[in-house]
């Protein structure tokens, strides 16, 4: 793993309906089978594993994530047509709402459990 910081963080702003100032704080290189951990002050994990065919973006969806307070969603931007999965920490909803009413963001589906998913993939399934 190598970790090269950016001091001073670069500055960019991001968002649609109120902007807002992102800082880019540096960039970090994984070798195949390497994970880093991102935590939150509330014992918050995510882990992002490199292979050598690229990376797993998340923990399981359905498992380890929710162990950690957080939960998986798949968004829509509804003025620039583009998808995301966000992972909303667990009692941060609201402000998580407050977000998506903002920035022109609807919810398709939460990710964060076995009927979710299970209700995505029969779905999936019944469209081919």
């Known amino acids: 793993m190598k970790f090269a910081p950016k001091d ?23 070798e195949p089978d390497e994970q880093v ?5 509330a014992g918050g994990e995510y882990d ?9 973006a998340t923990p399981s969806l359905n498992g ?17 047509g583009r998808y995301f999965v966000f992972l909303v920490e667990r009692g ?3 402000s998580f709402e407050a977000y998506c009413m ?3 963001l609807e919810t398709i589906s939460w ?6 998913l299970d209700g995505l993939k029969t779905a999936l399934e019944a469209a081919r």
């Open 102 to 104: 903002e920035e022109s």
């Open 37 to 41: 951990t991102l935590t939150t002050p």
């Open 8 to 30: 001073p963080p670069r500055r960019f702003p991001v968002g649609n309906a109120t902007p807002f100032d992102m800082k880019d704080c540096g960039s970090l290189a994984l």
């Open 48 to 56: 992002v594993a490199r292979k050598d065919w690229g990376f797993y």
């Open 92 to 94: 941060r909803e609201e």
């Open 64 to 80: 380890r994530l929710p162990q950690f307070g957080l939960r998986g969603v798949l968004i829509r931007n509804r003025l620039t």
């Open 111 to 116: 990710l964060d459990s076995d009927e979710a």
